[in-house]
């Protein structure tokens, strides 16, 4: 790099970091409540002020980070995360407590694993477990009291709203890899998680619903192991919008030349046990909650 580091703002390694993560302008200007134009002139500036183009970008679209870019990223977000827990350590006392922590397992939850290391370090006297399992899953454990918070997902559907703190909301859709084809004499290949997740039996009612042969060609057990099933072209899946921006998934609207029904919406519900209140439980809820809204 040819330029001056320290002359980056926070608001360029902000946009930097979230175009990275999420591979595109768009999904980067979403997170950041921010106009994609906005987004790209962050950039634009920072590679102008460092020397070296830092995303490659084809009429707009993200394909990747440069090398510079890739070795920039850990350091930026180390930068956001300093600043973000030193302005949070001065805003909020150190608390004391234990926490019991259960979080889904059923999608790309490294944003939140970050959330929970942030607070554990803000609050070093704080002690923090976490386990993961199926949402429906933390449901029942949450019923038992063997964790105090569980951050699940749910469909969006027309009953009656289910107690939690709804923390995000997004579109689910149909997913494929690169080039899927799919043979019309064939059921249609489905990759699914295990019977537990909400998304498997949603996926085949709205295909039963318009009468679409399929079949099950792989059922996994965690999030990362259906999304390359999906990516190595084994079957079409149902995914959260914001996991196709990663990148290498397309999103499908038709197959066959049938359009495919839309998905109901997911949301990500942050559930309390009842009866358990003390300063560490809210503080954690507090917090967690004023990161992903």
Same mark, same amino acid.
């Given at each position: 790099m040819t330029g001056d580091l320290r002359r980056l703002t926070l608001e360029q390694i902000r946009a930097f970091v979230s175009v990275a993560e999420r591979q595109s302008f768009t999904g980067a200007a979403r997170s950041q409540m921010r106009t994609q134009t906005a987004i790209t002139r962050q950039i634009r500036s920072a590679e102008d002020i460092l020397g070296v183009r830092l995303v490659l970008? !084809?009429? %707009?679209?993200?394909? %990747?980070? !440069?090398?510079?870019? !890739?070795?920039?990223l850990p350091f930026a977000r180390k930068i956001l995360a300093t600043v973000e827990d030193a302005w949070s350590s001065l805003e909020r006392p150190s608390v004391r407590g234990k926490i019991r922590i259960g979080i889904m397992d059923d999608i790309d939850v490294t944003w939140l694993l970050r959330i929970v290391t942030r607070f554990k370090a803000m609050h070093p006297d704080c002690d923090v477990s976490a386990v993961s399992d199926f949402s429906v899953h933390l449901e029942r454990r949450l019923e038992r009291r063997d964790i105090?918070?569980?951050? @699940?997902?749910?469909?969006? !559907?027309? $009953?009656?709203?289910?107690? %939690? @703190?709804?923390?995000?909301?997004e /579109? =689910? #859709? +149909? $997913? $494929?890899?690169?080039?899927?084809? +799919?043979?019309?004499?064939? /059921?249609? /290949? =489905? #990759? #699914?998680?295990h019977e537990s997740c909400i998304y498997r039996q949603h996926v085949l009612t709205r295909l039963d619903e318009q009468k679409i042969p399929h079949r099950i060609a792989y059922e996994g057990l965690s999030y990362a192991h259906v999304r390359s099933a999906v990516f190595a072209g084994i079957g079409i899946s149902a995914l959260a919008e914001s996991q196709l921006e990663v990148g290498g998934l397309q999103r499908l609207g038709n197959i066959g030349g049938v359009a495919l029904k839309a998905l109901d919406p997911v949301e990500i519900v942050m559930c309390v046990v009842s009866g358990r209140e003390h300063p560490a439980l809210s503080a954690f809820i507090r917090e967690t909650a004023n990161h992903m809204l």
């Open positions: 970008r !084809t009429r %707009g679209h993200v394909e %990747g980070l !440069t090398e510079a870019g !890739t070795r920039l105090d918070v569980a951050i @699940i997902k749910r469909l969006v !559907t027309d $009953a009656s709203p289910a107690p %939690g @703190i709804t923390v995000r909301r /579109p =689910l #859709v +149909w $997913a $494929a890899g690169p080039g899927f084809r +799919w043979d019309h004499d064939r /059921p249609l /290949p =489905l #990759v #699914v998680f």
